[in-house]
């Protein structure tokens, strides 16, 4: 089993930064793949970042504004964010698995998840 603990949401000014860490504990070099998700109010769970053997994947809404890196000494991933805008406002969650590269922004294709981390932007 694996457990993955995120830190670092909060309430920040568009144009802001933010970084979120997520700390994986257990079995954690059973996995592949960390990936960040994110789910608004209303909508379902978007992929935003993923970090798979070295290799970082972006959605196409955050490339050039989120870095995605992995600390392995410390089993922790982070997501720099930096030019929040207020549609980057929703819950923040980590995911881990070994998901295949085609279906790596699935969020169907991670079993383990975080328990999520608030990110508001106020314009």
């Known amino acids: 089993q694996v457990q993955l603990v995120e830190s670092g949401g909060g309430l920040v000014q568009a144009g802001d930064s933010l970084r979120l860490s997520c700390a994986a504990s257990?079995?954690?070099?059973?996995?592949?793949?960390t990936a960040w998700f994110r789910q608004a109010p209303g909508e379902e769970r978007q992929f935003v970042a993923a970090?798979?053997?070295?290799?970082?994947y972006y959605a196409d809404s955050v490339k050039g504004r989120f870095t995605i890196s992995r600390d392995s000494a410390k089993n922790t991933v982070h997501l720099q964010m930096n030019s929040l805008q207020p549609e980057d406002t929703a819950v923040y969650y980590c995911?881990?698995?070994?998901?295949?590269?085609?279906?790596?922004?699935?969020?169907?294709?991670?079993?383990?998840w975080g328990q999520g981390t608030q990110v508001t932007v106020d314009s």
């Open positions: 995911a881990a698995g070994t998901p295949i590269l085609s279906n790596l922004r699935a969020h169907t294709a991670y079993y383990h």
């Open positions: 257990g079995r954690a070099s059973s996995i592949s793949t």
């Open positions: 970090f798979r053997w070295g290799s970082t």
